[in-house]
């Protein structure tokens, strides 16, 4: 996701995927399979991401978050995902389980835009809105950092001198933190 491990980033956050791209997400259980793989704790943030929020995958993992005390952020689209049944035995969707919900605002199925003669619309535009809105949320959270007197390791561009040096230091510092994810 564009707001792990990239220029302008908070060093101690990490991107953790379903490993077959979203061809499990759909299948009830094997979030918990994937959560083995992964240490969430308490003092943890986690953002799930579901544009229609119903699919046991991150419904899951929502739950293992909720279990062990670590906050949840969820990026959706409220008004569909409202509207949508779960697919998940809870009977809840993913916004349920949000201490703090982003409404993406996109429409039913994502794609937007209709091609004379085609089926189905085109261009989704779930990933630009929640890259958009997680990049300003992170912004603010520096912001806030900064004024509380907290200088928080921020990625530098390694395509600038002395880029990969200043972000191995921290690399180094928050080593235990991005390696049991």
């Not at 009830?28 to 046991?56: Q, T």
């Not at 670590?70 to 990026?75: G, L, R, S, T, Y």
């Not at 919900?101 to 003669?117: E, Y």
């Not at 509380?148 to 180094?172: R, T, W």
Request: aromatic share 4%.
């Amino acid at each position: 996701m564009e707001i792990t491990g990239r220029a302008g980033g908070l060093i101690p956050s990490k991107a953790i995927k379903e490993p077959a791209g979203g061809l499990y997400e759909t299948i009830e259980g094997v979030g918990a399979l994937f959560l083995k793989r992964c240490d969430i704790r308490n003092e943890d943030v986690v953002v799930l991401i579901s544009n229609s929020g119903r699919n046991p995958l991150p419904i899951e993992i929502a739950l293992k978050c909720k279990e062990v005390g670590a906050k949840i952020i969820v990026v959706t689209s409220l008004e569909p995902s409202k509207e949508l049944t779960s697919k998940h035995s809870s009977g809840k969707n993913l916004w349920e389980f949000g201490d703090v919900v982003l409404d993406n605002r996109v429409v039913k199925g994502d794609s937007s835009i209709d091609v004379p003669d085609l089926p189905v619309k085109v261009c989704g535009t779930s990933s630009v809105s929640a890259a958009v809105m997680l990049n300003a949320a992170v912004l603010e959270s520096i912001q806030i950092m900064v004024s509380k007197g907290f200088i928080p390791p921020v990625y530098m561009s390694q395509n600038i001198d002395g880029g990969a040096e200043f972000n191995e230091k921290y690399l180094a510092q928050y080593a235990d933190r991005l390696n049991r994810i």
